[in-house]
């Protein structure tokens, strides 16, 4: 009973120093690991900028900032829309007896398009014409027995009850006289609508109905479309943000360019100007439509066709100007990387104005020629040294000669 306490007295204090031996063990193990992981934020800021960079200065491409003069543009994609479209219709019935025109062909008001035929209203215009001169001579007939009746009745030879007769009789007569010139009138009408002319000017569509058919006047389809292609329009749209500037602008009487690019916004296609803007803001998109006029001269617009337009809102002259591709987001806001004479950058906090897309006015920040970094930003910090080969400088910023590859942001202020 003695040797069992004893042996198991022992054993205590041989487990209590096993788990103070493990516990110092995992303390030391705990620490060092924690010296290793925070290790390299003891390093020297070279030795981080080194570890970083991989192998020396970090390459970038720069560009200098310039003066100049930077248009403001906006931007949307509009549909042309003709300034006309008439449906051609026939205003009296009858068979068609003469198509004159070829379809996409262009017309001048005026021209000859088809026939009726006019054989029941010439007969008709007869028949009025024909009525009209029997009504004529029966009032002349009556307006010289009423002369007659009158001196008469000046010598009291007659009652004044038959002179008053005889007026009224000349006044029943002027009065079918002037229904039959209505009647003749209408017939001649009638008989010049057999001859369909075109309504404007314009391109003809395709043939809506055949030489031959019989048609009426409530028939809806018509004969053929005419569509006005000079001048021609572009309606579009721009968010309610860019009306300010624009109103501005009307208020001055300045002619507002607008240029319609194909649907890729490469190719020019024609060159006009702002003519009209809306007169309420869409709730639902928070945009007001805008309408372009163009000579179309060449017919390069055709109607219901999509193109880009570029609407020449105003020019800042002799603006600070850096390639939007230069400009950074971060905690200081909106910045840059100036490239320092010792070949390292520093950051410099901006103040934006409008921009271009390519390009942006600095309000404040930037002077003209500092040379900034406009591609490779994204691996660069205070400090960091860089490198600028011959072939990573991109052109002058003023001068807009296309856009660095590579990294940079691209997100000037929108035009206003």
């Not at 100036?338 to 390519?358: C, F, H, I, M, Y």
């Amino acid at each position: 009973m003695d040797d069992s306490f004893n042996t198991a007295a022992m054993q205590k204090p041989k487990r209590g120093s096993l788990l103070r031996w493990v516990i110092w063990v995992a303390l030391i193990a705990a620490v060092g690991a924690t010296v290793w992981w925070f290790q390299p934020l003891r390093e020297a800021p070279e030795a981080r900028i080194g570890r970083f960079q991989s192998a020396g200065p970090t390459p970038v491409a720069v560009a200098k900032i310039e003066r100049g003069d930077l248009p403001l543009v906006a931007r949307a994609l509009g549909t042309v829309t003709p300034l006309a479209t008439v449906t051609v219709r026939t205003q009296i019935t009858g068979q068609i007896t003469q198509i004159a025109f070829q379809e996409g062909q262009r017309v001048t008001q005026g021209d000859f398009l088809a026939e009726i035929d006019p054989r029941p209203y010439k007969n008709a215009l007869d028949q009025a014409e024909g009525q009209l001169l029997r009504d004529q001579a029966l009032l002349r007939n009556a307006e010289t027995d009423l002369a007659r009746y009158r001196r008469l009745f000046t010598q009291d030879s007659i009652a004044r009850q038959q002179l008053d007769t005889q007026e009224n009789l000349v006044r029943h007569y002027q009065g079918t006289v002037k229904a039959d010139e209505a009647l003749v009138s209408n017939a001649r009408l009638n008989l010049a609508y057999c001859r369909i002319i075109a309504p404007i000017s314009g391109r003809i569509g395709l043939r809506l109905v055949d030489q031959g058919n019989y048609i009426q006047t409530g028939d809806t389809g018509g004969i053929v479309v005419i569509t006005q292609t000079q001048p021609i329009t572009v309606t579009f749209t721009l968010p309610e943000d860019a009306l300010p500037a624009i109103l501005k602008r009307r208020r001055e009487n300045a002619t507002l360019e607008a240029i319609a690019l194909d649907r890729r916004g490469v190719q020019p296609l024609a060159t006009g100007a702002l003519t009209s803007i809306d007169n309420q803001i869409d709730p639902a998109t928070g945009t007001i439509k805008l309408r372009a006029q163009f000579v179309n001269a060449d017919e390069s617009l055709f109607p219901n066709q999509f193109v880009n337009i570029r609407l020449l809102v105003d020019t800042r002259r002799d603006a600070v100007i850096a390639p939007t591709a230069a400009i950074q987001r971060g905690v200081p806001g909106t910045y840059v990387y100036v490239l320092n004479a010792d070949q390292t950058v520093a950051v410099r906090p901006v103040r934006l104005g409008p921009a271009d897309g390519e390009r942006t006015i600095i309000e404040s920040g930037l002077d003209a020629d500092t040379i900034v970094v406009v591609d490779g930003a994204d691996r660069l910090r205070e400090g960091v040294r860089v490198a600028v080969p011959d072939a990573a400088r991109a052109p002058d910023a003023a001068r807009g000669q296309g856009r660095p590859q590579g990294g940079g942001e691209r997100r000037g202020q929108p035009a206003p």
